[in-house]
């Protein structure tokens, strides 16, 4: 991997992250472009991860202080429930985790048709969350595991984490910046989780030929980009303009489509 391949990688990474687009299908196309392995980019994929947690970490740190400080009252209250629901909704990705992780693996082989159909579910599923009824209610256990589910599924290349998450938070009726809050903070712990792991057993020095610039490129890229996303995403989502990513999902995803007949 060249240093600027690493920056680009890194900035699709937070960019894509935090935008309903995938930044998973992005990478896989992104990789099937430059002639990447992912077998060779473990190391890179954990870094630029947990770049994107560190920035949803500083862009929600007040929220992250209350709920902390509304746990430790050890008294049910407003945050306590939010953060009972996050574990709820944490349920699917675990199961998904523990006993279907190889199968998941095995699905990132740069496959532009497999990338190619989810981006075209994620488009069809921002253009329904973008029509359904507002109803303005606070996260519920229900929402919470409906999120949850959707977020496990949305380990598949090219099905985005956020835009299905958002959207379905959005068509439970969940109030827009409760839903984009919840959406962001809920994958920070299974993202901790699954970078820990990589690292204490090893995997993250396998293939670890990326090298330590291109690593720090990468990561500050991510860092920069997933902190102005993330932001960016909070707005967009209040003002409900989710359809035009639909119709990027649409666009990029008949693209993956038409690469994949070519080559």
């Not at 890194?10 to 992005?26: A, K, M, N, R």
């Not at 392995?37 to 740190?61: D, K, M, P, R, Y």
Request: aromatic share 10%; net charge neutral.
């Amino acid at each position: 991997m060249e240093l600027w391949e690493a920056i680009v990688l890194g900035i699709i990474q937070g960019l894509t992250e935090f935008l309903p687009v995938s930044s998973s299908g992005h990478l896989e196309i992104a990789n099937a472009l430059f002639g990447i392995h992912e077998s060779n980019n473990l190391a890179f994929t954990v870094a630029v991860h947990g770049a994107t947690v560190l920035s949803t970490i500083v862009v929600f740190w007040r929220e992250i202080g209350q709920l902390l400080s509304g746990l430790f009252r050890f008294q049910m209250n407003e945050q306590t429930r939010f953060l009972i629901n996050i574990g709820i909704s944490m349920i699917p990705v675990l199961i998904v985790g523990l006993f279907f992780k190889d199968s998941v693996e095995a699905l990132f082989t740069s496959n532009m048709t497999l990338v190619g159909c989810t981006l075209l579910v994620t488009a069809a599923l921002l253009t329904f969350s973008q029509y359904a009824p507002r109803r303005n209610r606070m996260m519920s256990p229900l929402s919470a595991l409906m999120m949850g589910i959707a977020q496990a599924v949305a380990v598949l290349p090219g099905l985005s984490r956020s835009g299905s998450t958002i959207s379905t938070g959005l068509i439970m009726g969940v109030k827009p910046e409760e839903v984009t809050k919840f959406s962001f903070l809920m994958v920070l712990i299974p993202i901790l989780g699954m970078n820990f792991l990589s690292i204490v057993s090893g995997n993250f020095a396998e293939g670890d030929s990326v090298g330590a610039l291109n690593l720090i490129a990468g990561s500050v890229a991510a860092f920069i980009t997933g902190t102005l996303a993330c932001k960016w995403m909070i707005g967009i989502v209040k003002r409900g303009k989710l359809i035009w990513f639909a119709l990027y999902c649409l666009c990029v995803g008949a693209g993956a489509l038409i690469y994949s007949l070519i080559h």
